[in-house]
């Protein structure tokens, strides 16, 4: 992953594995939006190497906001606009996995990003973690 971030005008990959549970890793990076040249933030959750949440974002203008949406939309359907406070989501679910485009207004900048949510590497960690003794 590290390679194609570099490849795309990005950062390296920055991962620490978890003290708690050493099958757990937390990633970041930058890369460009191949389509804008918008830098866009990455963060992954990943276990076993596997990512079970990897969400892209950071600021954005309307402009962005709005190809990432119609780009969901078209791929997945539309789904409506739920808002809770200064949030507002689009979120799809298929197959045990979830992805959500969520935006907010911060001081004047919106805040955009698109999290995939890996149901089932989540729910198999979860079912592991179940069956060892308590530390």
Do not use: F
């Amino acid at each position: 992953m590290t390679r194609r971030l570099k490849a795309s005008g990005g950062s390296a990959l920055s991962c620490k594995v978890s003290r708690r549970d050493r099958s757990v890793s937390e990633c970041r990076g930058r890369l460009t939006d191949s389509v804008t040249g918008h830098r866009v933030n990455l963060w992954l959750a990943a276990i076993d190497s596997a990512s079970g949440v990897l969400t892209l974002g950071g600021p954005a203008d309307g402009e962005v906001l709005g190809r990432w949406r119609d780009t969901l939309v078209a791929l997945y359907g539309l789904v409506p606009v739920r808002v809770q406070g200064a949030q507002s989501m689009m979120q799809w679910v298929r197959q045990g996995r979830m992805l959500r485009l969520t935006w907010r207004i911060e001081r004047g900048t919106t805040i955009v990003s698109v999290s995939l949510v890996d149901g089932h590497v989540l729910d198999a960690w979860g079912a592991r973690r179940q069956t060892l003794p308590p530390s």
